[in-house]
């Protein structure tokens, strides 16, 4: 094979210049493997939470911090792992972070109590946020043209996929009990294909970093911007089990006002690599799409938290069947999807508020099912429809979003306001598993269909929003139109 030199960006390439890095593919199917660790890791403890429950004596609160702690890891270290992989090296920040995440799946696998659980999922965020940026970077590194397309489109088609993959491998591998470890399989899965990941990695990823990176990174406006999102989501979780006492009020004001004085620190003192530029916030269309960004992933996650825990607990479910069921709004999704792009390219952010309008309808058909399915002992099949309907509204949402957002940013910030739209999203989802979460458990004494019903207008409120926050959108995504919307 022939001898490598590097580029200005650092990128592997052969001693032709012009020529593309010969075991590219081979790079991006590697990479994709670690993708769908992580992205399934957001959804598999979803169907096992019932078990782990049991198992751990783990009580609500600590069954929401068990999926709130990887979110909020991945929130609050996504867009400085992005900074430290254009420095450092993207090879070795995602080897790196392969790594970590293994230990942490270790340690999540042997938990022998909730807090320790939930810490190993904390960490395992984290080191899932240093892996996702080094990956869509190295693909735009690594592919040109059309074969560029080829590779996001994999990578989105993997991404649209793991969240069933996620929910059913979770009630499969927790029902299956192999050698008795019961929920614990979940995690211990992750270990030989980390393994695996990191020797192929080693041997066919390229090192590739930007050399025009310079500057300092902001590494403690990071940790003033982590801890903000935690004192945010903190008081949320256990404010119910507390009674809500003024130290949790206190904690949310003061985490509020941590990132708003970031945000104006990072200004005055000029950081040349901002967690938060300030010139983003300015545009209403982007503030628009990031509030989006925070309801759309806030209701998802949250009201499927609080349906797994009905089917299972309520309803007599085991994890498996509870995981199949949770296939159709994946199945909605899935057929969908092609008819997406072409939409959009026809109705602009017509289509996103289309997407909002049934999402919300298909989470009532959903809430009004339960409630009836319970009340005739039907089970729990009458959700069907809802759930695919759910998941066809979610693919015409999701999938023009950032597109659409990004019309918005100046080129120069197109960087920046990605990894905050990414933030948003996890942050999102960690608040909706709060608030919906406290509104199904502090219901529960009514019994868990009770509870449903009153959880679900709050995620169906949060899709209704979206449909009018897609308004101030611009009415073309990037690629639809000649000239972003001003």
């Known amino acids: 094979m022939s001898s490598s030199t590097t580029d200005t960006e650092g990128t592997a390439l052969t001693a032709d210049p012009a020529a593309p890095y010969p075991k590219r593919w081979a790079a991006a199917l590697v990479m994709i493997l670690a993708v769908l660790l992580d992205m399934i890791d957001g959804s598999i403890v979803n169907t096992a939470l019932p078990s782990i429950g049991t198992g751990l004596g783990a009580g609500p609160a600590e069954l929401q911090w068990t999926v709130s702690a990887y979110m909020l890891g991945f929130a609050a270290t996504l867009i400085v792992a992005g900074h430290l992989g254009d420095r450092y090296g993207r090879k070795n920040l995602f080897l790196t972070g392969v790594g970590a995440f293994a230990l942490a799946s270790l340690a999540s696998a042997v938990a022998g109590s909730a807090g320790m659980l939930i810490a190993s999922r904390g ?48 009630g499969v591998l927790t029902d299956w009990d192999l050698f008795g470890w019961g929920w614990r399989t979940i995690f211990a899965i992750n270990l030989p294909l980390a393994v695996l990941v990191l020797a192929l990695g080693a041997k066919w990823i390229p090192d590739s970093r930007d050399r025009r990176f310079s ?81 759309f992933y806030g209701g998802m996650s949250g009201f ?55 999402m919300a309808g298909g989470l009532f058909w959903v809430s009004r099912a339960a409630e009836d399915a319970a009340a005739v002992h039907t089970g729990a099949w009458p959700l069907v429809p809802g759930l695919f309907l759910a998941g066809v509204g979610l693919i015409l949402l999701v999938i023009p979003l950032v597109n659409t957002i990004l019309g918005t940013v100046p080129g120069p910030l197109a960087g920046g306001a990605a990894g905050i739209l990414s933030t948003a999203q996890q942050f999102g989802g960690a608040l909706g598993v709060a608030v919906i979460g406290n509104v199904f458990f502090s219901h529960a004494d009514q019994g868990l269909t009770g509870a449903l019903t009153q959880a679900g207008p709050w995620a169906v409120g949060a899709y209704l929003l979206c449909a009018v926050l897609c308004l101030a959108l611009p009415r073309k995504a990037v690629g639809h139109q000649a000239e972003p919307d001003a």
């Open 123 to 170: 960490v395992q965020g984290v080191a899932a946020a240093v892996i996702m940026p080094q990956v869509l970077a190295s693909f735009r590194t690594m592919f040109d043209g059309e074969e560029r397309g080829r590779a996001f489109a994999l990578y989105g088609a993997i991404a649209g996929l793991s969240t069933a993959v996620g929910v059913l491998l979770g």
């Open 215 to 295: 500057g300092r990174i902001d590494l403690p406006g990071n940790l003033v911007l982590a801890a903000g999102l935690v004192a945010i989501v903190l008081p949320l979780v256990q404010g119910r089990s507390n009674g809500w006492p003024l130290w949790g009020w206190l904690c949310l004001a003061a985490g509020i006002l941590a990132i708003a004085a970031l945000t104006g620190w990072e200004k005055r003192r000029g950081v040349e690599h901002p967690l938060l530029p300030t010139g983003l916030f300015r545009k209403p269309a982007f503030s628009a799409g990031l509030l989006i960004q925070l309801l």
């Open 304 to 358: 499927m938290l609080v349906l797994t825990v009905w089917l299972q607990t309520g309803q007599g479910y085991t994890p498996t069947e509870a995981g199949l069921l949770m296939v159709a709004f994946s199945a909605g999704s899935v057929l969908a999807a092609p008819a997406v792009d072409p939409l959009a390219a026809r109705l602009g952010h017509t289509v996103l508020i289309a997407g909002a309008l049934v």
